[in-house]
């Protein structure tokens, strides 16, 4: 601090005090520049090894004597010239904190490094600039653990450790920091338990420990925090009680303790807590009842107890807390009445109930809750005149009412929910028609009003719904045509109108229904031909129009169904011959064409020879090679059947794939050849056989030998894959090393030594270190091989293991946002840390491997460019097709919002589960695009989200449709993309209350 003359001083005789402070300033001055310049030359050996690629340290130079660090960037001083203040927040900085020597910053208070690349170790001496009051390392890659000498800075009032990699237990020795407001150690993998000396953290306000690998109970002393007004701890492995002691926390606001193992009951004197604002336990073992006392915390705004195992009735008290707005309690095991005064607060907006054994009639004051936004009732014994007890909600979006015991009739007055999106009574006993006023809804997305007794038409008012992607009206007693009217759903995915009395013929604008995926027309009374525009469902994959009435033969424009996996068409009057064409159906998994009047050979397809005998049974004279069949009599005559539209699919495809083979083809041949003549025109690149342009931490040569004896010369035994650029091989090197090495299709190419910012690029890219970004450890420019050498990945490619139902199993939604996050971070890097920014030109699932932890990691960056010649066709080689922005196509022009409508792309395919190639276009439809239908979109393959991962994928969701805006200009960027995701997703993480 500066050595201002302190009081005492002026009050001495006027020479005295001028030389007081003439000696005061002098000798001062003297100190200070001795440590302003030993703090300057610390600061620069720091910088030396650090990589700043926006040349934010520019200003890092030579200090004046005058005024030493003090005006560097980032610096502040004291009176003294000593540096008190480093703030390098979001600076890009790459390098770690070895080389900082913290013990030659004596003044030092603030010191903020958040939101850099900082990896390795904290070095334990960190803690030698003991007047430090302010650190944070928050959102770097640090790993290791947190020394223990932490515990020496005891003037620290916060201290941020969150969104790094820190893996040991947390030291006791932080309970030392008396003075702690604020302590972050969130999202890192530390584990051990919650250290028994935080309760001595007296000022502590704010303690996030969330996303971590936490074990043991929490202590019963925990409410010594006195002064807590934030504590999260959600999703470690915690375990025990609730401490009864934490209701001591008068100042509480945030409670997070959700998504742990805690069991036991919720404390009796929970009403204690007056200052809870947001109360979040979901997802624990928590049993027993709630307590009566929880009608006492009149601040509580948001509810979350959902997915234990509580039991009992919902306190009546529940209508005494006058804030709420989210009351959550689905899926426990809780019996009785709602309470009468849910609504009470006339703030509810989001209420869920689903999956417990309530019964009764629903409150009353729920019937005039107009703010309600979101309600699921369904799983319950709930029972009353649902035409009575519901009323208008005019910001109602999604309401779930399904398998519980209503009855009446459904109420013309739902038609005045105008925000619905999704609406669902299915299961009850609700008699009478459904009311044209339903077609008013025309944000309606779903629809599902299956096993219940209606009776009457469809209106034809539900035409109007063109938002509708499901329609689920089966299971009921209606009666009458299916309106051609429907055929202006064209957002349709998923139709079942099964199980009704529906007569006469199947609508031909059924055709319309580009996108249906899933039609069940089974059960009814339908009648006359199947009609050939169902041909035009190029998506269908479910079509099941079984125990009908149908007659006709099978329409030969089946075959362009390519996407079919299964078909009943089973107990109808279908008559003739199976189209020969249904031999391009390979995606045909089940078959059941029984009890018809069908004849002739089978065709050759495998779901149908491979069939079980009782689903071909009951026809006429089928016949060929398929168990329960006779075997076809030659003589017997069959109709050829050769579909129009069969060979006219055939036709757009096979000649995109050949093309592209000779495409490929070409290529390969041209390089050879060129080559060859370089080869032999290039004098002065012969004689050098091993001309190696290797940077690596290896040595050149033997670099190379040593690839091509553990590949055995690329021996096919090695190989691991193959993708547009060449082929990978594993390699063992000595050391037990393992990398990918990826052999380039073209041998060396002479060019390359003439382009030295080629070799500059190889060079930044051998360089670059970033957690999602594969490591290269070198390249090699030979005659006979060229290759680049990776990091190995165990686990392979994104793709592969979205392509393995079991793999992909493993991958649940936390991993699957991490993925998009660490895919994003890395481009993000790659277009803006990097100088020039390097554009990698095919991001595809193939192209980001996951280690152990699931952590995505970008491959390939640069080959792309590296293999561009000025040869104009090489352009073609870049690029996944399905992943290539689309104005590529026309100006062959490389940006980085080409990898940036790559990664939309990417990141729907991970939410999807698989290629979004059909969605793409459809997301220019209004109620997509708004993220409504993303729930349909999820990858049914693993358990749905939970509502906090739910807005997360929404926020992703918009961000990807976003990236693959027409104009590459009206994309984000990825330095954006990559923002909106860390901030979003913490803001989220910070418990903010949601709306
Ligand atoms: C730290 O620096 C950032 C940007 O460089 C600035 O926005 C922020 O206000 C600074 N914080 C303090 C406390 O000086
Ligand atoms: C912390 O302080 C103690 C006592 O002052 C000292 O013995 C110890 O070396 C310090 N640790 C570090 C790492 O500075």
């Not at 001795?34 to 703090?39: D, L, M, P, V």
């Not at 890092?60 to 980032?74: E, I, L, N, R, V």
């Not at 035009?536 to 009435?549: A, F, K, R």
């Not at 196509?889 to 990898?899: Q, R």
């Amino acid at each position: 601090m500066g050595a201002s003359p302190s009081p005492t001083f002026k009050n001495c005789s006027s020479s005295l005090s001028f030389l007081f402070v003439f000696l005061i300033v002098f000798g001062s001055s003297a100190f200070d520049f001795a440590t302003s310049a030993e703090e300057a030359a610390a600061l620069l050996l720091w910088k030396t090894g650090l990589q700043d690629p926006h040349a934010r340290l520019a200003s890092w130079q030579h200090p004046s004597k005058a005024t030493g660090p003090c005006t560097w960037f980032a610096i502040s001083c004291n009176g003294a010239m000593s540096v008190t203040k480093i703030n390098l927040t979001k600076s890009g900085l790459q390098g770690t904190l070895d080389g900082f020597s913290f013990s030659l910053f004596p003044n030092l208070e603030y010191f903020d490094l958040s939101v850099n690349s900082i990896f390795g170790a904290i070095p334990s001496q960190i803690s030698q600039p003991s007047k430090l009051v302010h650190l944070d390392l928050s959102a770097n890659n640090l790993n290791g653990s947190i020394p223990s000498s932490f515990g020496n800075l005891t003037n620290l009032t916060y201290l941020n450790l969150c969104r790094n990699f820190l893996n040991s237990s947390i030291p006791l020795e932080i309970g030392n920091l008396s003075n702690l407001v604020e302590l972050y150690l969130n999202t890192n993998n530390l584990t051990g338990s919650f250290p028994p000396t935080f309760v001595d953290l007296k000022r502590l306000r704010f303690l996030y420990m969330y996303e971590n690998m936490l074990v043991g109970s929490i202590p019963l002393e925990i409410g010594n925090l006195i002064s807590l007004s934030h504590l999260s701890l959600y999703s470690n492995n915690l375990s025990g009680p609730i401490p009864e002691s934490l209701c001591d926390l008068m100042n509480l606001t945030v409670l997070e303790l959700y998504r742990n193992n805690l069991s036991g009951p919720i404390p009796e004197n929970i009403g204690n807590m007056k200052s809870l604002v947001v109360l979040n336990i979901m997802e624990n073992k928590l049993s027993g009842p709630i307590p009566i006392s929880i009608g006492d915390l009149s601040r509580l705004e948001v509810l979350y107890i959902r997915d234990n195992l509580l039991s009992g009735s919902i306190p009546e008290v529940m209508g005494d807390l006058m804030n709420l707005v989210v009351f959550r309690v689905a899926r426990n095991n809780f019996t009785g009445h709602l309470p009468q005064n849910i609504c009470k607060s006339g703030r509810l907006n989001n209420f869920t109930a689903n999956g417990n054994r309530l019964s009764g009639r629903m409150p009353e004051s729920l019937r005039n809750c107009t703010t309600l936004y979101r309600v699921r009732l369904d799983g319950n014994q709930f029972t009353g005149n649902i035409s009575e007890d519901f009323g208008v909600y005019p910001n109602l979006d999604y309401i779930n009412l399904s398998d519980n015991k209503f009855y009446g009739e459904i109420s013309h007055k739902w038609g005045k929910s105008l925000q619905l999106t999704d609406f669902e009574i299915a299961g009850n006993n609700i008699t009478g028609s459904i009311p044209p006023e339903i077609g008013n809804l025309t944000q309606l997305g779903l629809l599902n009003l299956s096993s219940n007794h209606l009776v009457g038409k469809i209106p034809v008012e539900l035409g109007r719904l063109t938002s509708m992607v499901k329609l689920i009206l089966n299971d009921n007693q209606l009666s009458g045509g299916i309106p051609q009217e429907l055929g202006s759903l064209t957002e349709l995915e998923y139709l079942d109108l099964s199980a009704n009395n529906l007569s006469q013929s199947i609508p031909s604008s059924i055709g319309d229904f580009a996108k249906l995926h899933h039609l069940n027309l089974s059960k009814n009374k339908l009648s006359h031909g199947i009609p050939i525009q169902l041909g035009m469902l190029l998506q269908l994959s479910v079509l099941d129009l079984s125990h009908n009435i149908l007659a006709g033969e099978i329409p030969t424009e089946f075959s362009s169904l390519l996407s079919l996996v299964t078909l009943n068409l089973s107990h109808n009057n279908l008559s003739g011959v199976i189209p020969s064409t249904f031999d391009d159906l390979h995606g045909l998994e089940f078959v059941d064409i029984s009890n018809n009047q069908l004849c002739g050979r089978i065709p050759n397809n495998k779901a149908l020879q491979e069939a079980p005998v009782e689903a071909l049974q009951g026809n006429n004279c089928l016949c060929g090679n398929a168990t329960g069949l006779l075997p076809c009599n030659n003589s017997l005559r069959e109709k050829k059947h050769k579909s129009r539209t069969g060979s006219k699919v055939v036709h757009i495809i096979l000649p995109s794939v050949v093309g592209a083979i000779v495409i490929a083809c070409g290529i390969y041949i041209t390089l050879l050849r060129r080559n060859k003549c370089e080869q032999t025109e290039e004098g002065d690149m012969q004689p050098k056989e091993f001309e190696l342009r290797t940077i690596s931490i290896f040595d050149g040569k033997l670099f190379y030998e040593e690839i091509i004896k553990a590949t055995e010369d690329f021996d096919d035994a090695y190989c691991i894959g193959r993708g547009g650029f060449g082929s990978v091989y594993k390699a063992k090197l000595p050391l037990d090393n393992l990398v990918a090495v990826k052999k380039l299709h073209t041998p060396s190419d002479g060019e390359w030594s003439t382009r030295k910012e080629l070799l500059n690029e190889v060079k930044i890219l051998t360089e670059i270190r970033h957690r999602n970004i594969v490591k290269l450890y070198g390249f090699c420019s030979h005659s006979q091989h060229s290759f680049l050498v990776y990091e190995y990945f165990e686990r392979g490619s994104l793709f592969s293991i979205l392509d393995n139902d079991e793999e992909a199993k493993k991958l649940d939604w936390s991993k699957r946002l991490n993925i998009i996050k660490g895919v994003a971070h890395g481009l993000s890097y790659m277009h803006s840390n990097v100088s020039p920014p390097i554009v990698h030109r095919d991001i595809s699932s193939k192209n980001i491997l996951l280690d152990d932890e699931y952590e995505a990691c970008i491959s390939d960056f640069g080959t792309a460019k590296l293999l561009e010649s000025n040869s104009s066709n090489w352009t073609a080689v870049a690029g996944t097709f399905g992943y290539v922005a689309p104005e590529f196509a026309y100006t062959l022009k490389v940006t980085e919002k080409c990898d940036v409508y790559s990664f939309g792309v990417l990141a729907l395919e991970v939410i999807q589960g698989k290629h979004p190639s059909n969605l793409i276009g459809s997301l220019l439809s209004p109620v997509i695009r708004e993220g409504k239908m993303l729930g349909d979109l999820l990858d049914d393959r693993i358990a749905p989200p939970t509502d906090i991962v739910l807005v997360e994928l929404t926020t992703v969701f918009k961000l990807a449709v976003a990236c693959l805006h027409e104009n590459p200009r009206f994309r984000p960027t990825m330095y954006d993309i990559s923002q909106i995701i860390s901030l979003e997703i913490s803001d989220i993480e910070k418990g903010q209350v949601e709306r």
